[in-house]
């Protein structure tokens, strides 16, 4: 019934750009905090960006700030990450998670899958493959 799912990925060359989304059904996102999140093999699931339900305001991860960016079309029940100048490093699994709590907090905590040793957010989506190469 609740379910994210992720599209948008692909195959690109370094320099490149994507555009990753994020659409809910079961639920409506205008007043869910939503990050996207990538996981690279071997390494640990990273917070790339989110999108306050509070005031609308937008956190990066440094290793993409300036270079992506997180928007809403509410119209669309949808998050989107546009991703331009792509790098090999950029490559990754990307997740968005939605979290429809109360919590008021900024990037400390919803850069992070968990804090104080509970899920900071409520609903995840499956995963969508990018991966840049030349």
């Known amino acids: 019934q609740v379910q994210l799912v992720e599209s948008g990925g692909g195959l690109v060359q370094p320099g490149g750009s994507l555009r990753l989304s994020c659409t809910a059904s079961?639920?409506?996102?205008?007043?869910?905090?939503v990050g996207w999140f990538r996981q690279a093999p071997g390494k640990e699931r990273e917070g790339v960006s989110y999108?306050?339900?509070?005031?609308?305001?937008?956190h990066y991860a440094d290793s993409v700030k300036g270079r992506f960016t997180i928007s809403r079309d509410n119209a669309k029940n949808t998050v989107y990450l546009q991703m331009n100048s792509l790098k090999p490093e950029d490559t990754a699994v990307y997740y968005c998670?939605?979290?429809?709590?109360?919590?008021?907090?900024?990037?400390?905590?919803?850069?992070?899958?968990?804090?104080?040793?509970?899920?900071?957010?409520?609903?995840w989506g499956q995963g969508t493959q990018v991966t840049v190469s030349s």
């Open positions: 998670a939605a979290q429809g709590g109360t919590v008021v907090a900024g990037p400390w905590f919803f850069l992070k899958t968990s804090y104080g040793g509970k899920d900071v957010y409520d609903h």
């Open positions: 079961g639920f409506t996102l205008d007043r869910y905090t």
């Open positions: 999108i306050d339900s509070h005031d609308g305001s937008t």
